[in-house]
């Protein structure tokens, strides 16, 4: 299709329709395709369990592999991978209940912040180790520590990472995580704690809120209600360490940060309201329809994963070095790690 188009229309159009418009509205519609193909592998026995995010990322990697990147399409799926990460992170704002958080999770809450520094500091200590990418594997912490591949997307332009960087992260992410939450749920009934238990182990240590979910579902709704609160204290977390590698990254540059211009992530500011929105508003002035949150979250997956076949886009499996495979090694022994702290302690 690539080659159709590049050699039979005039540059500047196509059809009479300008090729800005082609670019925008054809990227936007490759990245919808790709990822609606995404949930459609994702419910094959199989591959159900990493998701659809995971194998939207894996399409559109394979894409580039093998066909190269649509070029064509360009604009639109710059957009998606930057206008509607930061759109999907905004309406995440809505899964966190900022209430819940402080009158029964303090204490969560705490575990959570140790959770945080102790992924980001560990997977950075094994990675200089390792001699891995230092960049992807910082990355890799703050996903481990919070909330995954949204966490990866929200730090990204604060610390100016590659896109694919940011991809080959999410990606990583997911494939860990998957691994991980199945495990736990294969080991759950030999690990000797209660339901409860299980449920800050699962929400304190895994990656993915859906991660989060696979793994303290099967333990009954007590569990999953702990695990989903321990998890929300990891994704609350987002903004003060967003504004925390702000000012890290302004002393880091001195006054190069001037002209490198580190600005405000005002998407964040948009997750706080949405989070204030959804604990405040909806449900007490405004009732909204169960059905209507459901079809908001399901949307908010499907932004967050059309841009994660922008992301994908631009990973190309020919220039991924041996420092990357590292930093997946990295990855990897923290979440171990992460699981046996969370295990001893709960």
Known sequence: MADLYTKTVPHHELGGIPSALVSWGGGIGFTLLT?????????????????????????????????????????????????????????????????????????????????????????????????ADLSLSLLLGIGTGICGAAAIAAVSPILKAKEEDTAVGAGLIALIGTVFAVGYTILRPYAGITDVQYGILSGASLHEIAHVALAAAPAGQDALAT?????????????????????????????????????????????????????????????????????ISTLTTLLLTMAMVGLGLNVSLRKIK?????????????????????????
Not at 89 to 101: D, E, H, M, S
Not at 227 to 253: I, Q, T
């Open 35 to 131: 990822a609606l193909l995404g949930y459609g592998l994702s419910g094959i026995p199989g591959l159900h369990v990493i998701g659809p995010m995971a194998c939207a990322i894996l399409l559109a990697v394979l894409y580039r592999h093998f066909r190269g990147y649509p070029e064509q399409f360009r604009t639109g799926i710059g957009f998606a991978s930057k206008s509607l990460l930061r759109l999907a992170i905004i309406l995440f704002g809505l899964k966190l209940n900022i209430i819940v958080i402080f009158q029964q999770g303090l204490g969560l809450l705490l575990r959570d912040l140790v959770v945080v520094l102790f992924a980001v500091g560990l997977t950075l200590l094994l990675a200089k180790w390792f001699k």
């Open 322 to 346: 041996a420092a990357k495979l590292k930093a997946l090694a990295a990855l990897a022994v923290t979440s171990i790690a992460l699981a046996i702290l969370t295990y001893a302690t709960v």
């Open 227 to 295: 695990a989903l609160l321990a998890k929300l204290g990891r994704v609350f977390l987002l903004v003060p360490l967003s504004l925390v590698l702000m000012v890290w990254m302004r002393r880091k540059e001195g006054s190069q940060c001037r002209s490198a211009g580190i600005q405000f992530p005002w998407f964040l500011l948009g997750f706080m309201l949405m989070s204030l929105f959804g604990t405040y508003v909806l449900g007490n002035s405004i009732v909204v329809p169960a059905g209507m949150m459901n079809g």
